[in-house]
């Protein structure tokens, strides 16, 4: 079976021209997005022109939807993980997400701002 990755971006505080090419990139290339808020994301992904389905996994749902997340990546699926804004399950959802991932020996790569 090949596994996918789990892919934790980081998203601009601000100002959307902040974000990296690599960030940007990888949105284009992943499976699916989970997000924290599809009305925040979409601006975002609206702003460079990338077309992904959403899960939304924030503070309210996401202990029912990792389960699923992670059986899509597990899959082979790639997943970006991103809120809105900085960096994911610093201060934001994503944590227990992250934290499964590694439980299922999924690779995690972080996109980070500079």
Same mark, same amino acid.
């Given at each position: 079976m090949n596994n996918g990755k789990l892919y934790v971006i980081a998203t601009?505080?601000?100002n959307l021209g902040d974000i990296t090419f690599r960030?940007?990139?990888t949105l284009k290339t992943v499976d699916f997005i989970v997000c924290e808020d599809t009305r925040v994301t979409k601006i975002l992904l609206d702003h460079f022109q990338i077309q992904k389905p959403f899960v939304v996994s924030n503070a309210q749902t996401e202990t029912h939807r990792i389960d699923s997340i992670i059986k @899509?990546?597990?899959s082979g699926e790639t997943c970006g993980l991103v809120t809105d804004a900085g960096t994911p399950g610093i201060s934001d959802p994503g944590?227990?997400?992250?934290?499964?991932?590694v @439980?299922?020996?999924i690779e995690i790569i972080g996109i980070f701002c500079t």
């Open positions: 601009p505080i601000g960030a940007v990139e @899509k990546i597990l944590t227990r997400l992250v934290n499964s991932a @439980k299922n020996d």
